[in-house]
């Protein structure tokens, strides 16, 4: 495996900033999984391991200016989102110490023998404990919440496993600089650098999946490369979990009645939620379904308003902004599709935002219109006019796996009346989250959070947002008839760290 520089790179001219790395070789590879591997033990005590999150939430705090700067040279998303989704990361960091300290996360369960029942219970006792090796692959359109500090990482190291991650090639420099932090945090608590390792490169990231010392991957991007690492993942002598998020339309479908109600409202928001971020976040709304009629064309003036006044914009890389554009271009050349707002090139290094329109009966049969119900990653959305409720459940029924599923509702209608619970009903087998009369770009974290959906969405059926992030780094394993003295101190009688528990069928906190 070749190793070639690392590049910095300015996404607003295209330019080479600073050769930050090499790429690593597969020695180098499987040198930073041994050192992950090794600092294991360092994170066994849930005190240190809380700790260790809240340190490294403060130091990144710390150095917010020099971050911020680092990540707008790579990434050109400004210096106002990029300081709200750190102070996001930090925070994260900080639920889950508290996660950690809670201790309800290791699920622990104990049951005495019960000769009474059938069949008889011997002493049994079960909780959860670490994979080992987590494999981290960076996310482009997050360089702070999605990368080597973001959620994959925070949720494994609060499970207690170290993590290697493999940095995004669009925010190289950045990525080195959070790793640093993340390992000055630990080295306050005693915790070796090597808990969080770092490796560049295409095929360090193909080496990474593959080592036999990984044993669980989280990953954010393509369907493309995603598909790629889960098939590797599970083609292993020794299959690892792989928690991917892929790719997602997050259709939205917009009631006559609500579009009639606030077709002003509606549209302002469409356009707000599709261009935020320069349309590249992995919960924009690609496609939305709008009643055919007067309700719709009003709604759809309002859209073109906002959406006219949008200012162009910048893309992560130039490569997104090629697909971007000949994605559209793709799009536009299908019969009968129209661009009341073209998208496309906005100048040399950006785009401009815009939407299509078509019926909603191209896209209730296989065809060429399939390419519309893709995601076109970047500041486009689809509208399908569908003329009745027949139409729009037609379009639904093709849909893939999306992270979100948005209805916008009357006030009548979300008070109960009409067809709002069913609508729901049809959206809830499609996505992970249902959304009622808002957007799905946001992504609270927060407990109850579900940031994953049906495949493509994701790959698994877990989050990878909020405290149940969590549960995709453990195991669970039960003793039987141990005895007390060689068990865990987690699952002794006695409790002694106090953690909350099922003891003999009854819950205690």
């Known amino acids: 495996m070749a190793a070639g520089p690392v590049w910095s790179v300015d996404p607003r001219t295209g330019k080479q900033r600073e050769q930050v790395a090499v790429e690593a070789t597969a020695q180098e590879v499987d040198a930073a999984v041994r050192a992950a591997h090794d600092a294991r033990a360092s994170l066994a005590d849930r005190t240190v391991r809380a700790a260790f999150l809240r340190t ?8 917010k200016d020099h971050l911020v700067e680092a990540a707008d040279a ?19 960091l900080r639920a889950f110490a508290d996660i950690v300290d809670e201790g309800e996360f290791l699920g622990v369960v104990i049951n005495h023998p019960d000769d009474t029942a059938t069949p008889p219970i011997p002493d049994l006792r079960r909780y959860k404990v670490p994979l080992g090796v987590v494999a981290v692959y960076s996310a482009s359109n ?32 950045l990525s080195e600089l959070v790793a640093s932090v993340l390992r000055r945090a630990a080295a306050e608590h005693g915790i070796p650098a090597g808990v969080v390792g770092l490796v560049h490169g295409f095929e ?12 669980a991957a989280g990953f954010t991007g393509s369907v493309k490369g995603g598909r790629a690492l889960f098939d590797a993942a599970v083609a292993r002598p020794v299959p690892i979990p792989f928690h991917g998020e892929l790719g997602s339309l997050n259709p939205v479908v917009i009631t006559e ?16 939620s599709m261009t935020l971020g320069v349309g590249q976040f992995c919960v924009k709304p690609g496609l939305v379904l709008v009643p055919s009629g007067a309700a719709g064309d009003g709604l759809l003036k309002s859209l073109t308003d906002a959406v006219s006044d949008t200012d162009a914009g910048v893309l992560l890389d130039h490569r997104m902004r090629d ?15 129209e661009s009341p707002v073209t998208p496309g090139a906005g100048g040399e290094h950006t785009v401009s935002a815009g939407f299509l329109t078509v019926a909603a009966d191209k896209l209730t049969t296989e065809g060429a219109y399939d390419l519309l119900l893709e995601e076109c990653f970047g500041p486009v ?45 049809e959206l809830t087998p499609l996505a992970g989250r249902v959304l009622v009369n808002g957007w799905p770009t946001g992504v609270a974290v927060a407990p109850a959070q579900q940031h994953g959906g049906p495949y493509p969405a ?11 992030a969590i549960e995709r780094w453990l195991r669970p394993v039960a003793y039987q008839n141990a005895p007390e003295a060689l068990l865990p101190p987690e699952l002794r009688d006695d409790n002694p760290l106090g953690l909350p528990r099922r003891f003999n069928n009854q819950l205690e906190r």
């Not at 360089?143 to 995004?168: E, I, M, Q, W, Y």
């Open 381 to 425: 959305t689809v509208v399908a006019r569908y003329e009745d409720d027949d139409e729009a459940r037609a379009v639904l029924s093709r849909l893939p796996g999306n992270l979100t599923a948005t209805v916008h509702l009357s006030a009548q209608e979300a008070a109960g009346e009409g067809r709002g619970a069913e609508i729901l009903a």
């Open 204 to 215: 360090a990231g193909i080496e990474l999946i593959k080592h036999p010392l990984v044993a």
């Open 458 to 468: 994701t790959t698994s059926t877990s989050t990878s947002v909020g405290g149940t």
């Open 56 to 63: 490294a939430a403060d130091r990144l705090q710390d150095s």
């Open 74 to 92: 790579e990434t050109a998303l400004g210096p106002v989102r990029l300081t709200g989704e750190l102070a996001r990361t930090s925070y994260q």
């Open 257 to 272: 009645e609500a579009a009639a109600e606030r077709a002003e409202a509606i549209g302002a928001g469409l356009a707000g």
């Open 323 to 337: 697909n971007f554009v000949a994605g559209v271009a793709e799009r536009v050349e299908l019969p009968e599709v």
């Open 142 to 173: 997050f360089p702070f919440a999605f990368s080597v500090a973001g959620g994959d990482t925070a949720s494994a190291l609060a499970a207690g496993n170290p993590v290697v991650v493999k940095a995004h090639p669009d925010h190289p420099a």
